[in-house]
């Protein structure tokens, strides 16, 4: 009996254990801010990768990214019924500066950054769900 006991305690010990030949579980790339898309991505996928990120990034592009996401998102939630929820919500959209103010400052750092393809591609992609 002592010797299936000792069995089992040293099995549960080496499951607990991260074994050296193993590597550790990865995070998904939206919550790490992982690197930027290297090609033009769709705007479902940039939806995708920023959904569950709390903060903006700290690079422009993807902090603009980021917050047109945010925007989009709020907006679908927007009930225009004057509720508290729709207070809340225009408070956001205000903090994020979203509609005519994000679009101007997309199409500024498309401007500035032209000579960088994929930065502009992404923009790109971003003015259009802006609706540009």
């Not at 919500?89 to 994929?118: I, K, T, Y």
Request: hydrophobic fraction near 40%.
């Amino acid at each position: 009996m002592s010797r299936i006991v000792a069995l089992g305690l040293t099995a549960l010990t080496l499951a607990a254990c991260n074994p050296a030949d193993q590597a550790p579980p990865t995070t998904p790339p939206a919550a790490t801010g992982a690197a930027p898309p290297s090609a033009p991505v769709s705007w479902e996928a940039t939806q995708e990768r920023y959904r569950q990120v709390e903060a903006a990034p700290s690079d422009p592009v993807e902090a603009l990214e980021w917050r047109a996401v945010q925007c989009d998102h709020y907006s679908s939630e927007f009930g225009g019924d004057g509720s508290e929820r729709d207070q809340w919500l225009n408070a956001q959209m205000d903090r994020l500066e979203c509609g005519d103010g994000l679009a101007a400052e997309a199409r500024a750092m498309r401007d500035a950054r032209s000579g960088e393809p994929v930065v502009v591609a992404r923009l790109t992609t971003v003015l259009a769900a802006l609706g540009e």
